[in-house]
């Protein structure tokens, strides 16, 4: 129903930025909120931001000041701006896309940040 590809993750050095895509397709529509998370290896999968249908957005404490998620002009993609990278950024970035008739969302495969100093 709905197909989703993370890109743009990858090695950074610390202090470095990296831009997140998510790009959905299928049945999309009714879009209240995106979410993205990050599982760090032997970590429980946790919340970095989110970004209501209305634009409002919202961050974990650690990834406030420093990543900013925001959508394309095209509605489909959302992204995550993340500067001021740090050793403990280092996972696997979902996005998680909800809708009024999928409150729960759709998973994609993820894309994997290491931040190496």
């Known amino acids: 129903q709905v197909q989703l590809v993370e890109s743009g993750g990858g090695v950074v050095q610390t202090g470095g930025s990296l831009r997140l895509s998510c790009a959905a397709s299928?049945?999309?529509?009714?879009?209240?909120?995106v979410a993205w998370y990050r599982q760090a290896p032997g970590k429980e999968r946790e919340w970095v931001a989110g970004?209501?249908?209305?634009?409002?957005?919202e961050y974990a404490d650690s990834a406030k000041g420093r990543f900013t998620a925001s959508r394309g002009k095209a509605k489909n993609t959302v992204y995550l701006q993340m500067n001021s990278l740090k050793l403990e950024d280092t996972g696997v970035y979902y996005c998680?896309?909800?809708?009024?008739?999928?409150?729960?969302?759709?998973w994609g495969q993820g894309t994997q940040v290491t931040v190496s100093s």
């Open positions: 998680n896309p909800r809708f009024s008739w999928a409150p729960q969302g759709y």
């Open positions: 299928g049945t999309i529509y009714d879009i209240t909120a």
């Open positions: 970004i209501r249908g209305g634009g409002s957005t």
